[in-house]
């Protein structure tokens, strides 16, 4: 496929582009998907068979440090020590009087960060798209959740969702494409709390295969998605939605290609898409149409850096709303030891799950819910090194019989919550810091409110409540987001609404004024949903722009 | 007398590290250097760290040789290892033992306490933080050492498909 024969240019092959590539195929358009970083092969490249597995988390082949940068942190507050994270072996994680900047959790590769996340397939809260109208908070989602559940069964019928028969929360049309997992010995344990609590526990709605399909063989419950799944059992875009783009024989696959700046053209089009290799080749991309899906701290990125004649702010920043109402996933974990042995390194992360707080309105002190899950492996404790370092400690005879007595012991909740835009969560560009092409680094501000941090102290109590209600014992470890900026899931700085003057992209993700320029990532969320992991929203959202863009192709409006 | 290595030692050490930039037969030298002097004492100190109990210990599993093998193209790391096996000789002999490998377990246990414990920019306590750390990683990415955990990994290929049911007495 030449430059001259494309429809479409994706940029980004994360969950957003992934689907997106897949819509718009499938329509009949030709595609070519550039993706910064390389592909990965599951089977060779994700070590989980070699005895050093554990001393690697996810094999990135492009570094993710150091691409953001981050503006100075806000203080810490002693008002928030009890939702300090900490260890009982090495004491606060955080030293400094300010919140840390831990990092930015993604993957630079085809498929994106979604080959090293746990396979949770959401669907968001309904009540969670309508936080202005309900609640007087955040901001409406300019669709509804009726609206997006088509696409959100086409994107659990090509992931291959298992769940629940029945999702109170979440209305379906039809049945999840597969049978539930068995909860893990551990996940019956938290079961058992729950119980004892009145809480709610169902299993999780992941994109890990409980059986056969597609091609694909079934989870064997090694309880290391996050290090990339060597079986291809697990959902992710690079073994789903790009496969079936790609044999449909009009997607291009351009790895290694970094997107540099979109030049805009008449009429308010973006005119082309310019990227560079590691080859130093530089390459000028011509489509009718420009989809943007780099996550939501590179797509405000690239529209602020391609500021031009006719952009003199960034693409889309007319009314100043580029990078605004950034929010993050407030999480926190707790890990305890339980006096049964568990068996906790076996199973998959994150299979069962309470939503009974899930809802914008479950807590009468603030406005955005929360939800509480295993966490295990997510806290990267399914091993005899993080066992040896973290849970046990010391050395000598009294490690080994401690290791010998605790390894597999370990019972891990953890908890992710709601966060409401504010005026101090950002991305902008940073002023002094550029990438190897020149190219200004986007920096994040993140700031927590007083709403975040209720949140986050009604989610650890609770979680400590039904760890000890499970029988947990000793706490060995807490993290969480009061001190420390630490997120996988990022949203907003290109927020999807009606209005112009607060928004960036309209109800289709289409550019309030660039006609041809549409965004596919979570940068587009007015909110974050309570607690839901949000691929499978992201990708609903892409089918359905994906199928707005086919029919308005078919029209020849584009 | 944990002070730096006499003009002789040093002299073959760079000798060593000349060959082995060389990649000429270095090993073997390197080997020498370590089993002459300081290897004894190493192999009591990783058994001290993970003795055998509950499982392997360090000596069962070769960890001495590992840790040696694992960093032969570092010459510093050779040389701190070196210093640090001549530290604790004298920290035995201080005790009244001929060594640290002739000390009783007690002695070791107390040496390396002392270690621990040390300031933090002590050269003890850099040399205990360091072996700590990589005579760790090394030890327990060695599936030798899994036999006393229960722990029948790595995760793949089988994965643990007995998940759903209480650990029995055996490796899952």
Known sequence: ????????????????????????????????????????????????????WEQRRFPHKVATAGRQSFAPMQKLSSMHDDIRSWSRISGHMVEGPERAAWAYHHVVGLGGSTLQYTGEAHR????????????????????????????????????????PPQDALRPRSHPFPLPPHAPSYASQVLARGCALLGYSWTPNMLAALSRPYDGR???????????????????????TFIR???????????????????????????????????????????????????????????????????????????????????????????????????????????????WDFNAPDAHPDFVGGCRFSPATAEADLVGPLNYARRVVGGWGRSHKAQMADTFGRVLSLGSFGEQLPNSKSYIDLDPTQRDSDGVPLARIHSHLCDDDFARLRFMASRTRAILAAAGAETIIEEYGTADAFSSTHVFGGCRMGSDPRTSVVDADCRSHRWRNLYIADASVFPSTGGGEAPALTIEALALRTGAVIAAASVRRDL | ???????????????????????????????????????????????????????PGASDVGLGRALLAATRDHDGYREFLIRGMRWLDSAARNRGAENFAAASLGEREAIVRSCERAAPDAFEHRLFVQLHHDAFTLFYTDPRSWQGLRYGGPPQPAGFPDYAKPPSGKTE
Not at chain 1, 29 to 47: C, F, I, N, Q, T
Not at chain 2, 2 to 25: H, M, P, Q, V, Y
């Open chain 1, 217 to 239: 063989p079934g989870c064997n419950y090694c309880a290391n998605c996050n290090r990339g799944c060597p079986r291809r059992d697990k959902g992710s875009v690079d073994v």
């Open chain 1, 124 to 163: 968001l809260h309904p009540a969670a798209m309508r936080l202005r109208a309900q609640f007087d908070a955040g901001a409406d989602w300019p669709l509804t959740y009726a609206e997006l559940e088509p696409y959100y069964l086409d994107a659990e019928r090509i992931t291959g969702v298992a769940g």
């Open chain 1, 244 to 354: 079936r783009a790609h044999q449909s024989g009009r997607c291009e696959i351009r790895t290694g290609w970094r997107v540099t700046y979109l030049e805009t053209g008449a009429e308010d089009r973006v005119a082309a898409v310019h990227a560079r290799n590691g080859n130093g080749e530089e390459l000028r991309f011509v489509a009718r149409i420009v989809v943007l899906a780099a996550g939501a701290v590179e797509s405000p990125r690239l529209l602020l850096a391609s500021a031009g004649v006719g952009a003199p702010d960034g693409i889309g920043n007319d009314d100043g709303q580029l990078g605004r109402h950034f929010m993050e996933s407030i999480a926190w974990v707790t890990s305890a030891l339980h006096p049964e042995p568990l068996g906790s390194h076996r199973g998959l992360p994150s299979d069962s799950i309470c």
């Open chain 2, 1 to 55: 007398m944990d002070g730096s290595l006499n003009s002789k030692r040093r002299a073959l050490l760079k000798a060593t590290a000349l060959l082995s930039s060389l990649r000429i037969c270095p090993e073997p030298l390197a080997r020498m250097l370590m089993a002459e002097f300081h290897e004894p004492t190493l192999a009591a100190f990783l058994d001290t760290l993970l003795p055998a109990g509950h499982g």
């Open chain 1, 1 to 52: 496929m030449s430059t001259g024969d494309i429809d479409a240019i994706v940029i980004g092959s994360g969950a957003g582009g992934g689907a997106m590539a897949y819509a718009l195929t499938h329509a009949g358009l030709r595609v070519l998907l550039l993706e910064a970083g390389p592909s990965y092969d599951p089977r060779r490249d994700y070590g989980l068979d070699r005895d050093d």
